[in-house]
């Protein structure tokens, strides 16, 4: 179909009307529809031009000193197109926030974006994570499958979903059904070791457990972690099989909690690991340099697509089996995304790379 036809095209037209063509013959010639050929008729048989008219359509609603109002918006926080609208009519101008929200997308070609949560980072913590970084900028991904990542995390009942995502698309606000939040819900502390290729298993930190060193040295490294060392199976679940091909190569890594920094915890380790990350080695505030929180939030998103659980044994078992059920090339694809983590977070110097 033509949008707009040009005044030769307009002028043709009408040229073969007058020569006894019908109107459908000459809408089909030129791929227009009947009535527009009938309107340039018509346009012709008073004597007016086939031009366009000058001047028509709705004018722009928008003026010069609302568009610098809006343009000086861009790029600053808490600007909501609501905002912007409310800020223009207190300066005399009526424009609606849908208005304001056209005017951005489509004239000045802009999105909304939501400013990510990240820690702060002190300089000292920045040049911390750039020393540790410079240190393996040159570690391959086989490098990096020798590297048992460790981790304790908390889920909750009730868990209130990313609200950047949750969307439910229905014609009416008023039947999208709310989502419960419970003020105070019941959580579950977990401590979990993630290789390439297996996962220790998911240990539950019993409710009102604080993690002394004597805890985590005697129920989790000795226990879950050493059970998962000793395997000897090449193949079948996450939980079940070898860490890694050649468990005398595997470097422990864990974050900067008292438990696992203190004296005994340093001690017991060096003297069961051949290679493992002393205190001081993995920088501080430094989630976003560790593949097991995206983990941590791949088992939160499989808890989702389960009935929600009312309390904390079903809640357990739900962990259970979404931990059980990832797979080896999970776990592989997170490891392989190490040297672009350190590549970034040396580009950043030391900076906070993101999720």
Not at 39 to 58: F, I, T
Not at 78 to 85: A, G, N, Q, Y
Not at 206 to 220: A, D, K, R
Not at 301 to 323: D, G, M, R, V, Y
């Amino acid at each position: 179909m033509v949008k707009e036809a040009s005044l030769a095209v307009r002028n043709q037209a009408i040229g073969m009307l007058k020569a006894g063509q019908t109107q459908k013959s000459v809408a089909i010639h030129f791929g227009t529809n009947v009535r527009t050929v009938c309107r340039w008729w018509l346009r012709a048989y008073c004597g007016n031009s086939l031009e366009n008219r000058q001047g028509r359509g709705r004018k722009p609603a928008i003026g010069k000193v609302p568009k610098i109002v809006i343009a000086k918006t861009l790029g600053k926080k808490m600007k909501s197109t609501r905002k912007i609208s409310q800020l223009l009519k207190s300066k005399g101008f009526q424009l609606s926030h849908v208005t304001v929200h056209t005017y951005l997308r489509k004239n000045l070609g802009v999105k909304p974006y939501k400013p990510q949560l990240q820690p702060k980072l002190t300089e000292k913590q920045k040049f911390a994570r750039l020393t540790f970084c410079l240190a393996r900028k040159n570690w391959s991904i086989n490098d990096w499958r020798n590297v048992l990542f460790s981790d304790e995390s908390p889920f909750e009942l009730y868990h209130s979903p990313n609200r950047q995502n949750d969307r439910v698309w229905l014609a009416d606000r008023e039947k999208v059904v709310p989502t419960e939040k419970v003020k105070f819900p019941g959580k579950l502390q977990v401590w979990d070791m993630m290789s390439y290729n297996g996962l220790s298993n998911l240990h539950i930190i019993p409710s009102g457990q604080i993690v002394t060193t004597i805890y985590y040295l005697e129920e989790v490294l000795k226990k879950t972690m050493m059970s998962a060392m000793h395997r000897d199976r090449d193949t079948g679940a996450v939980t079940e099989r070898k860490l890694l091909s050649d468990m005398s190569a595997a470097i422990f890594q864990q974050d900067g909690a008292p438990a696992h920094t203190s004296k005994k915890t340093q001690e017991w380790l060096g003297g069961n690991f051949q290679n493992f990350w002393p205190k001081g080695i993995w920088p501080a505030n430094s989630p976003d340099l560790s593949p097991i929180e995206n983990l941590w939030s791949i088992i939160q998103t499989a808890i989702n697509s389960f009935q929600p659980a009312t309390n904390l044994k079903t809640l357990e078992k739900q962990l259970i089996s979404a931990w059980r059920h990832i797979s080896p090339e999970v776990l592989d694809k997170l490891i392989a995304s190490m040297p672009d983590r350190i590549s970034k977070c040396i580009q950043l110097k030391g900076g906070y790379i993101g999720k």
